[in-house]
């Protein structure tokens, strides 16, 4: 028997409500607004009342894919990462490293922002970085 | 607090409980959290915080999964009063809860407007007297019958359906809520069908609403819903002669309603 | 963006949130605030209740337009003008801020010179708000003591969106309602870190904390910092990479958590290019449209099985923290991208948390400089944060601003890129339902939200349908010059006539088929999402 709450931020929108998840042997079952936030003070919208909803749906990726053909096939994390690297940097001692480039998203941390960006930029050694949602 | 902090530890280690539901401080942050066997040394950051969570809602997440274990829950005067309500409806078992009651503060009592800040039983804070405030319906009593429906109207239509109100009330527990009937109020709009969505829920709240006001210090278009609950409690108390979570013997007269979900009523109340 | 760093030198909302609750004025056009950020609503709710006037110009009724003192329907794209509108009338009645322009602003005259010309008569011939109503506006805003303006996409998705910004700018420094608290010009932010993610340069021109990639003092800075050369040129934005593949030019591509099948306008021409594209890796927690295009496909993590922070959309840095393991063999994306970094035989990420990830990029962006993870437990921290005695920024542009003058720009209206015609005669435009959030990826797999809604509809004016002869709930055909979809009909009288309004958020009627990604704004290089010319048909025999 194990219940915790874990403070962490809404997923939803750049307003950025404080929820704390509900967590029961290791399960998330629940989200509740953060009584002491000082943006939400206690109150969220439908969306971050149900953060925590998508989490177990129907079709999680839990392993990395390959294409094999026209299916994506299941592979190991090793075969997938030495593969991603391979062609990348095939691809860009062919065409030139601004042949590469990457969408880096608005729904991903500040750091993984900043380590895409860096691998393009660092390691390919290109500015072709951008994300999608553009206000 | 140290008392209470062994008062707790001696209940989970003899085993008399399994777990206790209390708060803990993190990074200066009161946060829900059940203490175990395990996780005795969590002991140390529990606190009794101003602010408040729905614990006896929490309590029931619990319960559902262990039925049949006895499990510690820190109450004040309102969730001792849930808790009264929720025996009443079955959804706990009184002999296998164990409350510890809390008394609130004078200056919570008057930020609550309260009129009972404690529970039956007190094992920490002093007990003070309640508050007899009832300026909000007062407020709302002196208008005449259009005014009022134009201010509730004017509330109403702030709503965003965000379902908090519902959310972190204890005495919401149907595993079928009538608000999210879509033969009765439509789905997909926000505002949601006024007043009918705050009327049912209103109605619904008549023999059940323990006066916590969680519903509205989660509102987040600021409607005073608990002016509205209250207003239902009193009528409760005036026609049928029943306060809500007082009393554990005497049965809620609109029991015959059922517990899991209510018909819609169809007289609309003038509050 | 582009607009208010022109005028003001950062393109960040300029105040907090909280202080909405204090404004005696807010001006709100382009954001359905009850529906996209609902909390910020609160927040305006709370702040008329407490007497300040609430205005809102936007096409349709809204939830927020029904709760405001005033709601005035402009017609789509002609915000240049309306604004313009505003400013003659100020200028004309002397409600204007003439020491703040002497003061902290330059390129007055040419404005002037540009407002002269936009009469309220025009005005209204142009943007179809009464001249009556704008006065009214333009007075509550000018003569509030704080008046602060919100503003969402509906103002920048256009082609004239940069220009649209400017112009909000331009109000703001005429009347000198910024650089004080609940004041300023607020650009809510759609998705949880957009503003993140451009302070952490996820766009072509910049380093993270905005600094130029095209400066040989900045690139330097950097070169030192990553171990390498980099590249002085500016790269490619979303839109451009698109056409870059259809031109054989852009060979590899890796997404990272978007799903620009959707998100994308013109969805059909995405499409073809992720067919078309040589070596395509997609890191995402579902097999979204997108994903499925790919050559290797990478399982992430959700918000709750992973650390890392987020700032908001007023520049406030927040954690999210983990809960729970990431399910199954997926990895937590910050580990997935080291990991990456590292198979590409790189040094520079040897990472043990995220927050040895932060600690090197508060090193390098001199705005995040003095936030660490430490005092973003303790502290509500908004950028610029410069060293670890500064206590952050609620507000900008107090004494100066961040480009040291204000700048006006004096701006011509342009009508949109697409008008109604005989062949496409009713204008549509896209936009947000308070129960789904984006390309519905996440919501859409949340019961209690597609209990809401789980099916895209079209907004129409009743007396438009009476004269298709379609009724409430009735499939229609709505097409563009781009695609076509279907959708059911659903009547409000609350939309002006002639325009018709859809939701983004499904992929099986993405309104984004139809919406005109050819126009670009041209600095900003948002596509038009906001304006197109559709034809509405009924579907005859079929019914829905
Ligand atoms: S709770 Fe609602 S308003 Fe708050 S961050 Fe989440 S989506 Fe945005
Ligand atoms: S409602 Fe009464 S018992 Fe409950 S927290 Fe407030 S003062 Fe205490
Ligand atoms: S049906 Fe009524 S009492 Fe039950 S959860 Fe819904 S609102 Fe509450
Ligand atoms: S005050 Fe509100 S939250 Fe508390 S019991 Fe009554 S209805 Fe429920
Ligand atoms: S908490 Fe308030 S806004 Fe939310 S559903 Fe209830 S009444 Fe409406």
Redesign the interface.
């Known amino acids: ?18 929820v ?11 989200t ?5 936030h ?3 003070e ?26 094999k053909g026209d299916k ?1 096939e299941e592979a190991s ?1 090793d075969e ?6 391979k ?3 095939e ?2 001692e ?2 030139g ?39 | 607090m140290e008392n209470l902090k062994k008062n707790i530890k001696d209940m989970l280690e003899s085993g008399e409980i399994a777990g206790f539901l209390g708060l803990i401080e993190e990074e200066g942050h009161p946060i829900p959290f059940l203490f175990t066997k395990d996780s005795l040394d969590k002991l140390d950051a529990l606190t009794v915080p101003d602010i408040r969570y729905p614990m006896t809602d929490i309590l029931l997440k619990i319960v559902r999964k262990y039925p049949e274990d006895t499990i510690g829950v820190m109450v004040r005067g309102c969730d001792d009063r849930a808790l009264i309500e929720l025996a009443k409806n079955q959804k706990i078992l009184s002999d296998l809860i164990r409350p510890i009651g809390v008394a609130c503060t004078k200056e919570m009592a008057e930020y609550c407007r309260c009129s009972q800040p404690y529970p039956r039983e007190i094992h920490y804070g002093e007990k003070v007297e309640g508050v007899k405030d009832r300026s909000d319906l007062e407020k709302v009593e002196s208008m005449d019958l259009s005014d009022r429906l134009d201010y509730w109207m004017g509330q109403f239509s702030k709503c965003i359906k965000c379902y908090g109100c519902r959310n972190i009330c204890s005495m919401c527990f149907c595993d079928q809520c009538t608000l999210e009937d879509d033969t009765l109020i439509l789905t997909g709009q926000a505002p949601p069908e006024i007043p009918i969505f705050h009327l049912i829920r209103a109605f619904h709240m008549a023999g059940r609403c323990i006066d916590c006001g969680l519903c509205e210090e989660a509102c987040p278009a600021h409607i005073p819903l608990r002016s509205l609950y209250r207003k239902v409690r009193e009528d409760m108390a005036d026609y049928l002669g029943y306060v809500t979570g007082m009393d554990e013997t005497e049965r809620d007269p609109l029991e015959f309603l059922g517990s899991d979900g209510y018909e819609v009523p169809t007289k609309i109340d003038e509050t | 963006m582009a607009g208010l760093a022109a005028a003001f030198g950062s393109g960040a909302m300029t105040n907090s949130v909280p202080e909405f609750e204090d404004a005696d004025c807010i001006l709100i056009t382009g954001s359905n605030t009850t529906s996209s950020h609902p909390l910020i609503a609160s927040r305006i709710m709370t702040a008329k209740a407490k007497g300040a006037k609430i205005i809102v110009i936007d096409p349709r009724r809204t939830h927020m337009a029904a709760l405001a003192d005033i709601h005035v329907k402009q017609n789509l794209g002609s915000d240049v003008a309306w604004i313009n509108g505003l400013m003659h009338i100020i200028l004309k009645e002397g409600w204007h801020n003439q020491s703040f322009i002497d003061e902290r602003t330059e390129g007055f005259e040419e404005l002037k010179k540009v407002i002269e010309n936009y009469t309220p008569e025009k005005v209204e011939e142009i943007t179809g708000i009464p001249k009556e109503t704008l006065r009214e506006i333009a007075e509550i805003y000018a003569k509030s003591e704080k008046s602060s303006i919100v503003y969402c996409m509906g103002i920048t998705q256009h082609i004239t969106g940069t220009d649209n910004v400017k112009s909000l700018a331009n109000l703001a420094m005429l009347t000198g309602q910024i650089g004080r608290p609940s004041t300023g010009v607020n650009p809510l932010r759609g998705q949880n870190n957009v503003q993140g993610s451009t302070d952490m340069a996820a766009i072509p021109n910049k380093y993270p904390g905005y600094q130029d990639v095209t400066s040989d003092e900045v690139r330097e800075k950097f070169e030192k910092a990553w171990g390498g050369p980099l590249s002085p040129n500016v790269g490619l934005t979303v839109v451009e990479m698109i056409n870059a593949i259809e031109e054989g030019k852009l060979k590899g591509l890796y997404i990272l958590g978007e799903n620009p099948m959707i998100s994308d306008p013109d969805s059909t021409h995405v499409e073809k290019a992720l067919d078309d594209i040589e070596f395509l890796v997609v890191q995402d927690i579902f097999l979204t449209e997108t994903a499925r295009k790919a050559d290797v496909v990478l399982p992430g993590s959700s918000f709750a099985e992973k650390d890392g922070t987020y700032t908001g959309t007023d520049r406030r840095l927040q954690k999210i923290r983990k809960a729970i393991e990431p399910l199954g063999d997926a990895k937590e994306d910050w580990e997935i991208l080291c990991l990456v970094g590292k198979a590409m035989g790189s040094k520079g990420f040897d990472f043990a948390s995220p927050s040895e990830v932060f600690d090197e990029l508060a090193e390098l962006t001199p705005i995040y400089h003095g936030i660490d993870y430490d005092r973003i437990e303790h502290e509500i921290i908004h950028w610029p944060c410069r060293d670890k005695d500064d206590p952050g920024s609620p507000y900008l542009h107090k004494d100066g601003f961040a480009r040291g003058k204000g700048l006006f720009t004096a701006i011509e209206y342009k009508p949109p890129a697409e008008l109604p015609d005989d062949e496409y005669p009713h204008q549509l435009t896209t936009g947000r339902l308070p129960f789904h959030y984006h390309t519905g990826t996440m919501t859409r797999v949340s019961p209690s939200l597609t209990h809401e809604v789980n099916e895209a509809f079209i907004e129409l004016h009743p007396e438009d349908a009476k004269s298709l002869g379609v009724r409430n709930g009735e499939k229609v055909r709505v097409s563009s010059r781009r695609g076509s979809i279907e959708v059911k009909v659903m009547l409000t009288p609350g939309i002006k006539k002639g325009v018709a309004f859809i939701p983004f958020h499904f992929v099986e009627a993405a309104a984004n088929r139809l919406t005109n990604a050819a126009a670009l704004d041209p600095i900003a290089k948002i596509p038009e999402y906001k304006v197109c010319a559709i034809k509405i048909e009924k579907l005859d025999g079929r019914e829905a």
């Open positions: 028997m194990e219940y915790q709450t874990v403070r962490t931020t809404c997923t939803y929108c750049g307003t950025g409500c404080g704390l998840l509900e967590v029961l042997d290791g399960e998330v079952i629940g509740l607004p953060q009584k002491d000082p943006i939400n206690g109150k969220l919208c439908i969306k971050g009342w149900n953060a925590h909803e998508f989490i177990y749906a129907d079709g999680r990726l839990t392993k990395p894919l390959i294409r994506l994390w997938a990462l030495q593969y991603v690297a062609r990348f940097l691809l860009k062919k065409y490293p601004d042949s590469l480039g990457c969408f880096s998203s608005a729904k991903c941390t500040n750091e993984e922002n900043y380590l895409l960006q860096k691998i393009f930029r660092a390691v390919i050694g290109t500015n072709n970085v951008d994300h999608c949602a553009r206000l």
